[in-house]
T-cell receptor, first 115, second 114 residues
Framework: DTGVSQDPRHKITKRGQNVTFRCDPI?????LYWYRQTLGQGPEFLTY????????KSRLLSDRFSAERPKGSFSTLEIQRTEQGDSAMYLC?????????????FGQGTRLTVV | GENVEQHPSTLSVQEGDSAVIKCTYS??????FPWYKQELGKRPQLIID?????GEKKDQRIAVTLNKTAKHFSLHITETQPEDSAVYFC?????????????FGQGTTLQVKP
């Protein structure tokens, strides 16, 4: 697989439940990003990792959200006590730092619906 | 704060005509400006990008221009085709682009009528 993959593609959950999404970046990419996209809007930055270090978090990322990248490879994004306002497409992207500002490759996203 | 404004939100053109989408950014330290195309239900894909040391870049029917002084950049698509129909997003990498983080515009839905 040469692209960014995300799992699951779709998730329907009841309000108050916890959910976890996974992202597998392109293998040689050391930077990984999470974005959230709601209908009719552009992706909004949530957080980013360089290797295993989480270097920046958006103020959009409330304390119910946590992201990890334990071995500098795949990443997980967990949302605790989901709310209806969390319904969105969660996109992961990766890039390679040592090549400067090169293309960020996006995954196909995980669409979360909170009912 | 970091902000990117994109206009228009929708654009309808006749096949063969040109389309122009404009963006402005707030962080003067931004130095990388990609454009992404997103078809319905699919991932955003880079179509062209420009760095702050260049004023214009062209790739076949697509061109991007950058005015650093005015903090404007634009996407130009010539000889539009129905397969160009999609949502287009501009983005800027703020604070010198050291993180690779992108701030996106709100998107432009382009419809090319056959």
């Amino acid at each position: 697989d040469t692209g960014v993959s995300q799992d699951p593609r779709h998730k329907i959950t009841k309000r108050g439940q916890n959910v976890t999404f996974r992202c597998d970046p392109i293998s040689e990419h050391n930077r990984l990003y999470w974005y959230r996209q709601t209908l009719g809007q552009g992706p909004e930055f949530l957080t980013y990792f360089q290797n295993e270090a989480q270097l920046e978090k958006s103020r959009l990322l409330s304390d119910r959200f946590s992201a990890e990248r334990p071995k500098g490879s795949f990443s997980t994004l967990e949302i605790q006590r989901t709310e209806q306002g969390d319904s969105a497409m969660y996109l992961c992207a990766s890039s390679h730092r040592d090549r400067g500002n090169t293309e960020a490759f996006f995954g196909q996203g995980t669409r979360l619906t909170v009912v | 704060g970091e902000n990117v404004e994109q206009h228009p939100s929708t654009l309808s053109v006749q096949e063969g005509d040109s389309a122009v989408i404009k963006c402005t950014y707030s962080d003067s330290a931004s130095n990388y400006f990609p454009w992404y195309k997103q078809e319905l239900g699919k991932r955003p894909q880079l179509i062209i990008d420009i760095r702050s040391n260049v004023g214009e870049k062209k790739d076949q029917r697509i061109a991007v221009t950058l005015n650093k002084t005015a903090k404007h950049f634009s996407l130009h698509i010539t000889e539009t085709q129905p397969e160009d129909s999609a949502v287009y997003f501009c983005a800027a990498s703020p604070s010198g682009g050291n993180t690779g983080k992108l701030i996106f515009g709100q998107g432009t839905t382009l419809q090319v009528k056959p």
